[in-house]
């Protein structure tokens, strides 16, 4: 999988592209928001980690771009933020595949249990495309059919 990590605490990229990538994915990380929108659009990515305190271009912002561009517009977004979990209904709202406060996922205890998250919501998302592919397949051969 490939995956983008846009963050603006260096410890927090390194981090969670060392994790990733002794996991074996492909990981591009961007330190503000303005990079990471620029790398989302050029190299369209399995999946997009997405901090919300970003400099130049703030994770709201980032996340509205990503879901307004074609380009971007159905990639997986696991936000991965310290703000407090009362705005996870507001970034869902938005465009958020899901959401992680970074203290839940104990980063700085190793780094399983943010790999499991980042590998569940891109096979999440997997499923979701999968299950409405097939829902239009169906629905164009009973078009098709007359039905």
Known sequence: MNVLIIDDSRFMRLANERALSKAGHQVLTASD?????????????????????????????VLRALRKNLRTATIP????????????????????TVYFEKAGLQIAEGSGAFVEAAEKTLAMANQAKATNQAKAIKAGAAKAAGL
């Not at 929108?37 to 912002?61: C, F, N, T, W, Y």
């Not at 977004?77 to 958020?96: C, D, F, H, W, Y």
């Open 33 to 61: 928001g303005e990079e990471g929108l620029r790398l989302a659009i050029e190299h369209q990515p399995d999946l997009i980690v997405l901090d919300m305190l970003l400099p130049k271009l703030s994770g709201p912002e």
């Open 77 to 96: 977004i696991m936000v991965l933020t310290s703000l407090p979990q009362r705005n996870e209904g507001k970034l869902l709202q938005e465009g958020a």
